[in-house]
Nanobody
């Protein structure tokens, strides 16, 4: 069983920065893909960023490209999301998903954390 825990959310003013962390249990195979999604109230969960097992496998949603950076630690059990120049429209609950094969579709991810709230004030 893969366990996923997100942290690092909070309240920040527009233009500010936050760094989210995702920790997957040690049993998670290193070849699994981890990704960030977000969900605002009344909206569907949407893709933010993904990092596959291979180097240079990062991919971003157009809405965050150039502002957000996804990275991981050497163990590959931790995934990070550095968020800069935050905008009010970035306000959402951010989720980390783990899948055997990476994609930008939330339906492809079998394991999820409880989410961490990010609120950006104008």
């Amino acid at each position: 069983q893969v366990r996923v825990v997100e942290s690092g959310g909070g309240l920040v003013q527009a233009g500010g920065s936050l760094r989210l962390s995702c920790v997957a249990s040690e049993r998670t195979p290193s070849a699994y893909t981890k990704a960030w999604f977000r969900q605002a109230p009344g909206k569907e969960r949407e893709f933010v960023a993904v990092m596959g097992p291979s180097a240079g496998s990062e991919h971003y949603a157009d809405a965050v490209k150039g502002r957000f950076t996804v990275s991981r630690d050497k163990t590959r059990n931790k995934l990070f999301l550095e968020m800069n120049n935050l905008k009010p429209e970035d306000t959402a609950t951010y989720y980390c998903g783990v899948a055997r094969r990476g994609s930008t579709r939330s339906a492809d991810y079998s394991y999820w954390g409880q989410g961490t709230q990010v609120t950006v004030s104008a």
